[in-house]
């Protein structure tokens, strides 16, 4: 006699008396006490998040990899379209209340050609995860970076480059672009364990980093053997160093400046690899990244130009 099949296993999480169905309890009874994980969950369960249907409109789809970078609330999205900052898309909620501040993100973003589009409230949830967006955000496009041939070589080539030594706070990458685009010099990263171009670097450089390069090599030093071989003068900023920065020693035509990581500094290899160490001289103990890069900058302009 043929013993007729009961249907497929259930899954653990649907059997009474398994352990994986108690921890799905477990899981229900924290999002129905919890009302930002279950918007969330709402979120997800409507495509929202992380490349599906609606947040997928405002991502880049050739780089699903990539998080979507974006600026939101009502008073930073006016200041970064006043400041240049290159937005692809606009974005308002359904039924928003508008008032000065909407009407002139509005205003800025026809005049800039900016796309703009309407979203319910859920989905710019979904859009800036969960942050506090007061009905607006824009989209920031992943930037486009250079090689270091083009740094070099390239037409836009300059004489000053910075290299940061594996820093990893956006706001000194966004202060150091804007000194960089200030006193013409190009930026180079590493691509391991640096900051990268993102919303806050854009915000922090005030539209500035658009004036400027930014490279990321896969090695510092071999980069930095690069730059000595095309004509570079390498300087690395470090506040133990004897040499004095307005020196005649750590001062060409051709430079770069070497800045360590906030907490470390630079590597020992940096360090060797550099043609001269300089120091700022203060009255403090030590200086931000990007205050000392900006003036071994204007350092460099007026040695050159004088």
């Keep these: 006699m043929t013993r007729k099949s009961k249907g497929p296993t259930p899954k653990a999480e649907d059997r009474v008396y398994h352990k994986a169905h108690k921890e799905k309890l477990k899981r229900e009874h924290q999002l129905a006490s919890n009302p930002k994980l279950a918007k969330v969950k709402r979120a997800k369960a409507a495509g929202r998040i992380n490349g599906r249907a609606g947040a997928n409109r405002y991502s880049n789809r050739k780089d699903k990899k990539k998080s979507l970078e974006v600026i939101y609330g009502r008073n930073a999205v006016v200041e970064a379209l006043e400041n240049n900052i290159p937005a692809s898309r606009l974005v308002f909620a359904i039924g928003i209340d508008h008032d ?28 800036t995860r969960l942050g506090s967006h007061q009905g607006v955000c824009i989209q920031i496009p992943h930037f486009n970076y250079s090689s270091l041939d083009e ?21 000194n ?14 930026i180079i990263i590493p691509e391991n364990r640096s900051v990268e171009v993102n919303a ?26 690069k730059l000595k071989k095309a004509g570079y003068f390498v300087v690395g900023l470090a506040g133990e160093a004897e040499l004095p920065l307005e020196s005649k020693q750590a001062q060409n035509d051709k430079i ?13 290899l940096t360090r060797e690899t550099c043609d001269v160490l300089a120091k700022i001289d203060t009255c403090v103990e030590s200086l931000n990244v990007a205050t000392a890069v900006s003036i071994a900058l204007y350092s460099n302009t007026q040695q050159v130009n004088f």
Excluded at 200 to 225: H, I, P, Q, Y
């Design 100 to 127: 000065d501040r909407t009407k002139k993100i509005m205003q800025i973003a026809n005049e800039q050609g900016i796309q703009i589009y309407e979203s319910s409230r859920s989905e710019l949830d979904a859009i």
């Design 151 to 171: 740094l070099i070589s390239g037409s836009g080539a300059k004489n000053r480059i910075v290299v940061l030594d594996h820093i990893t706070d956006p706001n």
């Design 173 to 186: 990458l966004g202060a150091v672009a804007r000194s960089a685009a200030a006193f013409e010099a190009n």
């Design 200 to 225: 806050t670097v854009w915000k922090v450089s005030a539209g500035n980093l658009a004036k400027t390069k930014v490279c990321k090599v896969v090695n510092v030093n071999r980069a930095l053997e």
């Design 256 to 268: 770069a400046y070497v800045a360590g990581n906030e907490g470390k500094g630079m590597s020992k």
